[in-house]
């Protein structure tokens, strides 16, 4: 199976793949409540007491009233906070309604940020929404600007060399984030014209010690964004040979302006907010800058569709699990393609640089092999990424169910799962499988092996779970809709390609690695993983 070529939008429109021999399992309970089950269980407190006498009642009454004050005076906590339900876009319009970008990927709480905003509406306004559970919401306002001038700015700028698509717009303000707390935001531009557009943000945190670090993609979100006409996979002709070599954050993005941390980020953040889990924030570009954030962490996540990585962020993770951090990564094909940053006007790290198969036109090839942009497997300097994630990506595309088959594995516990039971359309629409005769860490266990057809040839794509001498779990799922699973059965995004909401439920559950992962070096608290490879294969 060859590499892919470029994806629709939340794959919208990609050909059905095989369905499998066993038809999905139903769990016992309704998705519904398993999932309420899978979040409260962490949240519920033991209500039940004992009814003071008569000779107490004083007693009892004085130490309720004073508990009463006491917790009148405590903070309270971000989860618990209300929520604002109308965080969502109602009317993107044409594409030059109101577009914008920021001049940063991510900042520290308390630090500004700038945006820059084109509009064909004579003003608009700014609203920042923290992404989390909030009772359902799913975000909470935490900011809202004074009405700006509206003003349609400058054309793109077009590098010849590279196709590079950028900007140099003037500012339109700057924001501050004094008060906001760490997390992932969504700021919805709103223009008095009635249409809308998202801005991402990431405000990071300056420490990960004893937390889930949650690490966003965003070169991932910047090889895909085809705003002016380019991106790493197409030029304005649709054409592959017409790609960028480099694409610039000097821009907005294009569709919603957020849509791959909707579909493939969104819902992880949710979960691991509405699980109560201690959680940190960064990118996965500070982790190249700073890989200091990673010291102390229990574990990171890597979400959906994390493909582009430069070998300092896979340095930099790698030597975290060595140091008994548990990684996870949700998505499939991640850490497929090697890249590297350059500087912008705006700041560093502002350009992503990726040759693919023109790696020779790369000004480092010849020079600095181990530095030139292709995939990380190829020539010339092949190093595959599933020395670090255990699998390793196949194809592209597919749609097939995942199909179970070590039931009585630690992730599965509470599902109610039977070796054979299958979810239908949770396999898509790339896929990766533990591969012999790759660089493949062991002992590795596969808890799942579904097969499915791509691109007219059988394969199998595998989750699987192995551990290594620090105590560091690593699970991957294989596929890259585990993400996107999570809303199944929901109205979010429309019909996830009509995974339903049994589908929902279970990856919510099977989800409970977040739990296992933030309590500590998996390998040490979890039974050591049985190496089943040969035994699956033969």
Same mark, same amino acid.
């Given at each position: ?5 470029? +994806?629709?939008?939340?794959? #919208?429109?990609?050909? $059905? ?37 008569? #000779? ?55 630090? @500004? ?38 003003? *349609? %700015? ?35 531009? @709103? ?30 979100? %910047? ?42 980020? +969104? ?22 800058? #700073? ?30 699990? @060595? ?29 992503? *640089? ?11 090839? $010849? ?115 585990? *993400? ?11 019909? #996830? ?9 279970? *990856? ?31």
């Amino acid at each position: 199976m060859s590499a892919k070529g470029r +994806r629709g939008k939340s794959e #919208d429109g990609e050909s $059905g793949g095989q369905s499998g021999p066993n038809r999905r399992v139903v769990l016992g309970a309704a998705a519904a409540g398993v999932v309420g089950a899978v979040a409260g269980g962490f949240v519920l407190a033991d209500h039940s007491g004992s009814h003071g006498t008569d #000779d107490t009642a004083g007693q009892v009454a004085s130490e309720s009233s004073a508990k009463a004050a006491a917790d009148q005076a405590k903070p309270v906590a971000e989860e618990d906070l209300p929520g604002d339900a109308d965080w969502r876009i109602t009317s993107a319009g044409q594409p030059d309604a109101i577009v914008g970008y920021a001049g940063q990927f991510s900042v520290l709480p308390g630090q @500004d940020f700038d945006l820059y905003v084109s509009t064909t509406s004579t003003s608009y306004q700014v609203h920042a929404f923290r992404v989390g559970w909030y009772g359902g919401a799913q975000a909470r306002r935490v900011w809202t600007s004074t009405t700006q001038p509206g003003s *349609v %700015q400058d054309d793109p700028l077009f590098d010849d060399d590279t196709r590079r698509v950028y900007t140099k717009w003037t500012k339109s303000l700057t924001v501050s984030t004094e008060g906001w707390p760490e997390g992932a935001y969504l700021l919805r531009l @709103d223009a008095a014209n009635g249409h809308q557009r998202y801005v991402p943000m990431i405000v990071r945190s300056a420490s990960a010690q004893g937390k889930v670090l949650l690490m966003h993609a965003v070169a991932t979100w %910047q090889a895909y964004n085809l705003w002016g006409g380019y991106d790493l996979y197409q030029g304005m002709d649709g054409s592959y040979d017409s790609r960028s070599y480099v694409v610039s954050l000097d821009r907005p993005y294009d569709d919603v302006g957020a849509e791959k941390f909707m579909v493939y980020e +969104r819902a992880a953040v949710v979960l691991a907010e509405r699980l109560r889990l201690p959680v940190a924030y960064t990118t996965g570009i500070d982790v190249h800058t #700073d890989p200091s954030v990673l010291d102390g962490a229990t574990a990171i996540f890597s979400l959906g569709h994390d493909e582009y990585w430069t070998p300092e962020q896979r340095k930099s993770v790698t030597a975290a699990r @060595d140091a008994g951090t548990n990684l996870a990564f949700l998505g499939a094909n991640t850490c497929f393609r090697r890249i590297r940053f350059e500087s912008s006007d705006l700041g560093t790290s502002r350009n992503v *640089v990726c040759y693919k198969t023109a790696y020779d036109e790369d000004p480092l090839y $010849g020079s600095d092999d181990a530095l030139v942009t292709t995939d990380f497997r190829a020539d010339p300097a092949p190093d595959p990424e599933s020395s670090m994630t255990g699998v390793l990506y196949e194809g592209y595309p597919t749609d097939a169910p995942y199909v179970v088959i070590n039931a009585d594995h630690w992730l599965y516990a509470g599902t109610g799962v039977k070796n054979g039971d299958s979810f239908d359309h949770l396999v898509g629409v790339e896929y990766d499988r533990v591969t012999p005769g790759e660089p493949t860490p062991r002992p590795i266990e596969k808890i799942a092996h579904s097969p499915l057809v791509c691109n007219g040839q059988a394969s199998h794509s595998d989750s699987a779970y192995y551990t290594v001498p620090s105590g560091a779990g690593v699970f991957a799922s294989g596929t890259m809709r585990r *993400v996107e699973g999570l809303m199944a059965g929901g109205s979010e995004d429309g019909s #996830d390609h009509q995974m339903d909401a049994a589908t929902g439920a279970f *990856v919510t559950q099977t989800t409970n690695l977040m739990r296992a992962f933030a309590a500590g070096p998996a390998g040490r608290m979890r039974p050591t993983p049985n190496d089943n490879v040969e035994e699956v294969y033969a």
